[in-house]
Antibody
Framework: QVQLQESGPGLVKPSETLPLTCTVS??????????WGWIRQPPGKGLEWIGT???????YYNLSLKSRVIISIDTSKNQVSLKLTSVTAADTAAYFC????????????????WGQGILVTVSS | QSVLTQPPSVSAAPGQKVTISCSGS????????VSWYQQLPGTAPKLLIY???KRPSGIPDRFSGSKSGTSATLGITGLQTGDEADYYC???????????FGGGTKLTVL
C-alpha cells in the first residue's frame, strides 16, 4: 500500500527557509518508473505545481518559484524533500507531495498518489 | 490565472449528469495526456482519470474523460451528494517543461 506523509514546521517566519519532507512507504523513490512532486494550495484557492523530480536527478520547477525552490531525493531514507527560501505570506498554503505514475511513452504522467498535506503558515 | 481554463462552478441535481471542461493550448493539452483530480472538502486531491480517459482501479465508471484537440472534458453521471467536490484538470507542457493545473471547478449537487 503506497503512502506518502509530509512533515515539517507548521509556522515559518518571513524571509526564512521552509523545509518539508515527504516520507514514502509501499514504493521506492529510486524506482525509475516514477517521478516525485510537490504541489501547494493557498487557503481557499486552487492547486499550484511547485516541482517534480526523478531519482536520476532530472528536476523540473515552476518558473515563478524556480529561484527559491530545491527538491531533492534521499534514497537511503525513501524520502523526497522540498526547500523554499525567502518565504513571504504569499507562501502560506497546504503543501502536498505526490507520486507521478502511469507514465506513458509519450512523456505524460499523472499524480496517482498524494500525501494528506501539511498546512504551512508564514507569519512573524 | 491558470494556464488551463475551467469553469469556476457547475451544478446539477442528484442522479443527473454533468460535464466539466478544461481548455488549454497546442503546447499542453494538444500534445499530452490529461488527468483529472477530485478534491473533497478538507482532503488531498485524488486521481480520477489519467491518459485522457482511463480510470484507476477503484474509480467507478460514472466518471469518464475525453479529449479533443486542445480541450478535455470530465463527465460524471448518476450524480450523488458525495460527488460534491472541487475538480481539477492537469497536464504536462513540454514546451516549458512544467506541469499545469486548471483553476478548478466546484461541483454542487443540488
Amino acid at each position: 500500500q503506497v503512502q506518502l506523509q509530509e512533515s515539517g514546521p507548521g509556522l515559518v517566519k518571513p524571509s526564512e527557509t521552509l523545509p518539508l519532507t515527504c516520507t514514502v512507504s509501499g514504493t521506492s523513490v529510486s524506482s525509475g518508473t516514477y517521478y516525485w512532486g510537490w504541489i501547494r494550495q493557498p487557503p481557499g484557492k486552487g492547486l499550484e505545481w511547485i516541482g517534480t523530480m526523478h531519482y536520476s536527478g532530472r528536476t523540473y520547477y515552476n518558473l515563478s518559484l524556480k529561484s527559491r525552490v530545491i527538491i531533492s531525493i534521499d534514497t537511503s531514507k525513501n524520502q523526497v524533500s522540498l526547500k523554499l527560501t525567502s518565504v513571504t505570506a504569499a507562501d502560506t498554503a497546504a503543501y502536498f507531495c505526490a507520486r507521478l505514475g502511469y507514465c506513458s511513452s509519450g512523456g505524460s504522467c499523472s499524480h496517482d498518489y498524494w500525501g494528506q498535506g501539511i498546512l504551512v503558515t508564514v507569519s512573524s | 490565472q491558470s494556464v488551463l481554463t475551467q469553469p469556476p462552478s457547475v451544478s446539477a441535481a442528484p442522479g443527473q449528469k454533468v460535464t466539466i471542461s478544461c481548455s488549454g493550448s497546442d503546447s499542453n493539452i494538444g500534445s499530452r495526456y490529461v488527468s483529472w483530480y477530485q478534491q473533497l472538502p478538507g482532503t488531498a486531491p485524488k486521481l480520477l482519470i489519467y491518459e485522457n480517459d482511463k480510470r484507476p482501479s477503484g474509480i467507478p465508471d460514472r466518471f469518464s474523460g475525453s479529449k479533443s484537440g486542445t480541450s478535455a472534458t470530465l463527465g460524471i453521471t448518476g450524480l450523488q451528494t458525495g460527488d460534491e467536490a472541487d475538480y481539477y484538470c492537469g497536464t504536462w507542457d513540454p514546451s516549458l517543461d512544467i506541469w499545469v493545473f486548471g483553476g478548478g471547478t466546484k461541483l454542487t449537487v443540488l
